[in-house]
């Protein structure tokens, strides 16, 4: 366990890892983290998600996707519209739950890179495709997260992204 600050100071996209597997046990953590995000209206979060570890898959996905394809696993997020209540705003909330799975990867020693995927609609059909998603109307690929072991050269450190003049008090 890492302390929370230290993992939110440094987290960063980690694209290249070493070729060890992640363990199940990290993976389900990860997935537990995502579903404890906020969501829009509790009870009716519209993410679901699919665990890629097959080979060849991570290979179609890297056709579209370059840094899925030497991944170890990836997890596609993915918006069912149907549970949503607010189906609007499903964009974010599947991003609160996409950042939650990056933080918790950070603090179990793995790296994460949220490969972007929504709101391309070409991208998203191309990507369900290969998964059996074959009308995005109601199941929406919304980004894929990508996990492993940091290859070297790839830790996750601080970078200090404060940038003082985006703060403004009380009026713009
Ligand atoms: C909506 C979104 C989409 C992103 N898509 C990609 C992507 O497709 N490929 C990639 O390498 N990084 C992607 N990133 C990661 C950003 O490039 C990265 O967060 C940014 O460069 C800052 O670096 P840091 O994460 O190390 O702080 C994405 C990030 C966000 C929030």
Same mark, same amino acid.
């Not at 009870?43 to 991570?58: S, V």
């Not at 072991?149 to 830790?155: C, K, L, N, R, T």
């Given at each position: 366990?890492v302390?929370?600050?230290e993992?939110?100071?440094?987290?960063? %996209?980690?694209?290249e @890892?070493?070729?060890k597997?992640v363990?199940?046990?990290?993976? !389900?953590?990860? *997935?537990?983290a +995502?579903m404890?995000?906020?969501? %829009?209206?509790l +009870?009716a =979060?519209p #993410? =679901? /998600?699919i665990?890629?570890?097959?080979k =060849?898959t *991570?290979?179609k996905?890297?056709?579209?996707?370059?840094?899925?394809?030497n991944?170890?696993?990836?997890? !596609? !997020?993915v918006?069912?519209? &149907?549970?949503?209540f607010y189906?609007?705003?499903?964009?974010?909330?599947?991003g609160?739950?996409?950042?939650?799975? *990056?933080l918790?990867?950070?603090? *179990? +020693?793995l $790296?994460g890179?949220w490969? $972007?995927v929504?709101?391309?609609?070409?991208r998203?059909a191309k990507? $369900?495709?290969?998964?059996?998603?074959?009308d995005?109307?109601? !199941?929406?690929?919304y980004s894929?997260?990508?996990?492993? @072991?940091?290859?070297?050269? #790839?830790?996750?450190? /601080?970078?200090?992204? /404060?940038?003082? %003049?985006?703060?403004? @008090? &009380?009026k713009?």
């Amino acid at each position: 366990m890492v302390e929370f600050e230290e993992i939110i100071n440094t987290r960063r %996209s980690i694209r290249e @890892y070493q070729d060890k597997d992640v363990e199940d046990e990290k993976i !389900l953590k990860i *997935l537990k983290a +995502g579903m404890q995000a906020p969501g %829009s209206r509790l +009870g009716a =979060e519209p #993410w =679901e /998600f699919i665990i890629i570890k097959n080979k =060849e898959t *991570l290979a179609k996905i890297g056709e579209i996707k370059p840094r899925v394809a030497n991944a170890p696993v990836a997890i !596609l !997020l993915v918006a069912n519209i &149907e549970r949503a209540f607010y189906k609007t705003v499903w964009q974010q909330d599947m991003g609160a739950a996409c950042e939650n799975m *990056l933080l918790e990867a950070v603090n *179990l +020693g793995l $790296g994460g890179l949220w490969n $972007g995927v929504a709101p391309e609609e070409e991208r998203m059909a191309k990507i $369900g495709e290969i998964v059996g998603i074959d009308d995005i109307t109601d !199941l929406k690929p919304y980004s894929i997260v990508t996990l492993g @072991y940091p290859a070297e050269g #790839w830790e996750n450190k /601080f970078m200090d992204k /404060f940038d003082e %003049s985006r703060i403004h @008090y &009380e009026k713009y």
